[in-house]
Structures are given as structure tokens and as C-alpha cells.
């Protein structure tokens, strides 16, 4: 396959799908990898990524020169382009302004990377620095306003100032295209179909007649690896479902019903709800209210997986951006948020992991589940905070609430499902607002909780704009809710993007 040397670029991503998109092993790794176990990968090409930081500076990501003397084809991107040209003895200088945004890029001489592609195209720059003179037996391919595409075609060397995989870069698909198969001439060996059977081995051999537990939630993540690995071991597979009273409407039920009678899986139900409710008792700091969930959700599933006698392995629905995340070479960001999942259990628990999607994007991971015959409408559900409803409540959270903010969810879940725009955005729920107005219901005076409708679109949850639902279909969610629900009175649509919003309240 092709393999991605993560210098830190957003985008690195984003590369390794466009390439799986074309049935294409690929997998991203750390740049610091040692060179000998890259080449024992035997990969057909290696891509060196984009990346904050800067050739000439001090603590500058770089890399054995002796990679790009292995006779695999490399294909340098931004700073991958910058990095090649200062380890082959080209210069590369302080941009005075730096080009971020869409570009002109105009082919001066094209190569295999660039063949296709048209004269003159739109092409999407994010740099500082750029490149000034070119290492011994390079060409200049291609300029914006800086030098933009550059290559040596005996040595299968090729580089781009910008980012190929956005699709702002009008013709960067052909590219990749390019780079795979004419350059790298790589197999077409990703199937998913070859996936699920090979991994479905590999699970039968690993376990043996042993015993796995499972944390099902009843997202798309832990449910997938359930039914995968269900296909491989059947009983042997014990699922926990942790009922944290912080759930959508009915959704224990739900669970027991698409995942235990239609899958026959073997799912053990724990009703928690009082123990997390009693802990959250006055408690109104998010992050607080986060550490406590967190905490409360390990504390009952160690308890209750060590109630299952013999069990050796516990298997998890990480997935291939969490390990990304986990090993990226990003500095540490601030913490916004401090994210528990309810996937995220502490290693020191005493069972050996199972992961089986570990190696899968989130629409590879839904491609999966439908293949095992999961119902699209349940891999395509969007994401649930592991804090769940105790999030979605502002402030203090009680059991009345929970109802409360339960129902109106359900009602605005339910009309989005009925008028086909579920699948048209990408998360969406009701928050619940701890502040009471005054309303008027038939004579009577109402003075009751605010609830906000929130709906959101992105691709990839770090930016997202508020959907533009019309106009009717709010109003039927709004005099729905409340008409129907017991405790709100008024209703609010929220219309802020992130950033410098977040997509939940809290
Ligand atoms: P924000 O609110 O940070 O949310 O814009 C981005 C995405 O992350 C989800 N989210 C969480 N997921 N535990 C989770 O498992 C959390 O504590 C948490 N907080 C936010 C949120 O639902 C959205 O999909």
C-alpha cells in the first residue's frame, strides 16, 4: 500500500482516505519512524505529508535522507515538497507573505504526476515557506506564484506546494490517481468485503475458546465491532450495556431489541441510572459533570465485566482517526473539552484488547455494518456525546430533567426522520435551558424551562455551520414540543457556528 508520514498536517487524513477511495491500502505513521521498518512495510509508495512546522527551524521534523534513496517512489506535499528539497541540497526561504487559500497553478512542464491535468487550475496552498532553488536533477513542473510543483523522474521523486487531497485542488484526485497507479503502480487489494473476512479470522484465532466483553453503547462504532466480532466467536462475545440514565428516550430498550433479538447477541443490561444521577446531585460545572460520568461509567463496568468469569479480552470500537489522534505529532492544543467516551476505557483494566475496526474510517466503519446486515438507518445515526443528556442539561441535572429534555429530543429526532432531513445534517439534538419564562397556555399562565433546538453540519466535527432547516418543519418541532411536553414552554433554534461556538452547550 502507500504509506503516510504524519508531520502534523490536518489533512493527513483526508490523503489516506482519497487513496482507500481508490481501493488503495493505505495507512498513516509517525515522520520519526526509523527508515528500515518503513521499507519493511514494503510499501509501493510513500507520500511525506504537510506539517506546522519549518525546514530551517531548530527543532525542524525531519527525516533519514536515506528514504528517499530506496528507489520507492515519494511523493512530497508542502512541507513534504519543503523537506525533500532541503535534504537533497535545494534552498527553501521564509515566504514573505505566505499563500493560504485557492491558487492559480499553471503546468510548465508536465510529468506522470501532473498528466491529465489541465494547463491552468485551482489549486488550495496553506505555507509560509517556499521553495527557492531546486536540489541537482529536480524540474519545475508547475508555479503559482511561487514554485509549486517540482519533480526527478529517474529517481520517481515527485512534489507539490499544495495540498492535493482538499477538494479546493481542482484537479487533485487526478493526481493522487497519478501517484498511485501510474507512478507506484500499487494493488488494488483494499476491499472491504476482504476485511470483514480476514478480520473475522484473525478474531477467531486470537480468542480461541475464550471469552470477550464488550461496552455496547449503541452508537455505530461499538455496535459494528459487536456484530463483527459476534460473526466470529458468537457466544463467546459478552456485551454490557451501561444504562447511565443520561440516554436518549427508550434507547436501552431500542438496544435490547436491534442488537439482542434481531443479532441475538448476548447483552447484559445494567440500569445505573440512580448511581449517576445521585453523583451528578447539584452539580453544574461542565467539566465536572464530565470527570464524575467518566468516572461512574468505569466504575460500573469493571465492576460488572468482572462478574463474567473467565473473560480474557475486551474488545473496544476504536477506530482509525482515534489511533491517528492518539499517535499525531500535534502539539498538545488547549483543552476545549475534555472528551470521555464511553469507548475509552483505562488500559489498566486486565484484559487484552480487541479492536477490529482499528484500521477504518467512520464511513468505512457504516460500510462494514451494512455489510453485516445492520440496518442503514442505525450505522447512519449520528454521534451521542459519551456524557450524554448530562451535557445537554445546562447546570444541574435531575431526573425530571432528563424526562423533560428525553421527550422534546424525541419529538425533534422523530420529525427530522419523518420529513427526510436526518440524513441531511450531521448531528442534532435539544438542549435544555435551567432558565424559566413565561408563556401562556390556553387561560392559564405557564412558567416553565427553555428548550433549545440545535442542529448542525460538518464533516468533520472540529468546524461546523448551523443547519438551515426551513422555516415549517421548525415550527411543527417547536409547537410539538411544546404542546406535547410537560415542563417547556418556549423553544429556541441556535443559530451559531463553530467555532466560536461549540456544537454541544457544554
Ligand atoms: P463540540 O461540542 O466540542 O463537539 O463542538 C464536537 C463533537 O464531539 C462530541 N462531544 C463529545 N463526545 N464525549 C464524547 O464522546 C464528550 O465529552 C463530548 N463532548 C462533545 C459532540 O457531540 C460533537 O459530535
Not at 54 to 79: D, F, M, Q, R, T
Not at 342 to 365: A, I, S
Not at 433 to 446: F, Q
Not at 452 to 478: G, K, Q
Amino acid at each position: 500500500g502507500i504509506i503516510i508520514l504524519d508531520f502534523g498536517s490536518q489533512y493527513n487524513q483526508l490523503i489516506a482516505r482519497r487513496i482507500r477511495e481508490h481501493g488503495v491500502y493505505s495507512e498513516v505513521i509517525p515522520f520519526n519512524t526509523p527508515v528500515e521498518e518503513i521499507v519493511a512495510k514494503n510499501p509501493s509508495g510513500i507520500i511525506l505529508s504537510g506539517g506546522p512546522s519549518s525546514v530551517n527551524a531548530e527543532n525542524a521534523h525531519l527525516v533519514e535522507k536515506s528514504l528517499l534513496e530506496k528507489n520507492i517512489p515519494i511523493l512530497g506535499i508542502c512541507y513534504g515538497m519543503q523537506l525533500i528539497t532541503h535534504l537533497l541540497g535545494g534552498t527553501v526561504k521564509k515566504g514573505i507573505k505566505g499563500e493560504y487559500g485557492k491558487a492559480q497553478l499553471e503546468i510548465q512542464k508536465s510529468n506522470d504526476l501532473l498528466s491529465g491535468v489541465s494547463r491552468n487550475s485551482t489549486v488550495w496552498m496553506s505555507h509560509f515557506d517556499e521553495v527557492e532553488s531546486l536540489p541537482e536533477g529536480f524540474n519545475i513542473n508547475g508555479m503559482t506564484d511561487v514554485i509549486s510543483a517540482i519533480s526527478n523522474e529517474s529517481k520517481h521523486i515527485y512534489c507539490v506546494q499544495f495540498h492535493p487531497e482538499v477538494s479546493h485542488t481542482e484537479e487533485g484526485a487526478k493526481m493522487l490517481e497519478n501517484f498511485i497507479f501510474k507512478i507506484c503502480d500499487a494493488p488494488k487489494s483494499w476491499k472491504l468485503t476482504n476485511y470483514i473476512d480476514e478480520t473475522i479470522a484473525d478474531i477467531k484465532a486470537k480468542v480461541g475458546q475464550q471469552k470477550v466483553i464488550l461496552g455496547l453503547s449503541g452508537g455505530v462504532d461499538s455496535s459494528v465491532a459487536a456484530v463483527l466480532i459476534h460473526r466470529a466467536i458468537g457466544d463467546q462475545l459478552q456485551c454490557i450495556f451501561v444504562d447511565t440514565g443520561l440516554l436518549r428516550k427508550d434507547e436501552g430498550n431500542k438496544v435490547m431489541e436491534n442488537y439482542g433479538e434481531h443479532f441475538n447477541l448476548k447483552i447484559k443490561m445494567i440500569d445505573a441510572s440512580e448511581r449517576f444521577l445521585s453523583k451528578l446531585k447539584d452539580i453544574s460545572d461542565p467539566e465536572e459533570k464530565r470527570k464524575i460520568i467518566g468516572n461512574e461509567f468505569v466504575a460500573v463496568f469493571d465492576e460488572e465485566s468482572h462478574k463474567i468469569e473467565g473473560a480474557k479480552f475486551l474488545a473496544q470500537g476504536t477506530i482509525y482517526p482515534d489511533v491517528i489522534e492518539s499517535q499525531s505529532v500535534k502539539g498538545p492544543s488547549a483543552v476545549i473539552k475534555s472528551h470521555h467516551n464511553v469507548g475509552g476505557l483505562p488500559e489498566e483494566m486486565d484484559f487484552e484488547l480487541l479492536e477490529p475496526l482499528r484500521e477504518l474510517f467512520k464511513d468505512e466503519v457504516r460500510k462494514v455494518g451494512v455489510e453485516l446486515g445492520i440496518p442503514a438507518h442505525l450505522v447512519n445515526r449520528h454521534p451521542f456525546p459519551g456524557p450524554g443528556l448530562g451535557i445537554r442539561i445546562l447546570g444541574a441535572v435531575d431526573e425530571d430533567k432528563v424526562r423533560i429534555l428525553q421527550e422534546a429530543d424525541d419529538i425533534f429526532i422523530e420529525e427530522l426522520y419523518k420529513n427526510d432531513l436526518y440524513e441531511k445534517v450531521s448531528q442534532a439534538f435539544v438542549v435544555l435551558l435551567p432558565v424559566k419564562s413565561v408563556g401562556v397556555m390556553g387561560d392559564e399562565r405557564t412558567y416553565e424551562y427553555t428548550a433549545v433546538v440545535r442542529s448542525a453540519n460538518t464533516t468533520d466535527f472540529m468546524t461546523a455551520t448551523w443547519s438551515r432547516l426551513p422555516y415549517e418543519f421548525l415550527d411543527t418541532v417547536s409547537s410539538r414540543i411544546i404542546n406535547e411536553v410537560r415542563g417547556i414552554n418556549r423553544v429556541a433554534y441556535d443559530i451559531s457556528s463553530k467555532p466560536p461556538a461549540t456544537i454541544e452547550w457544554e
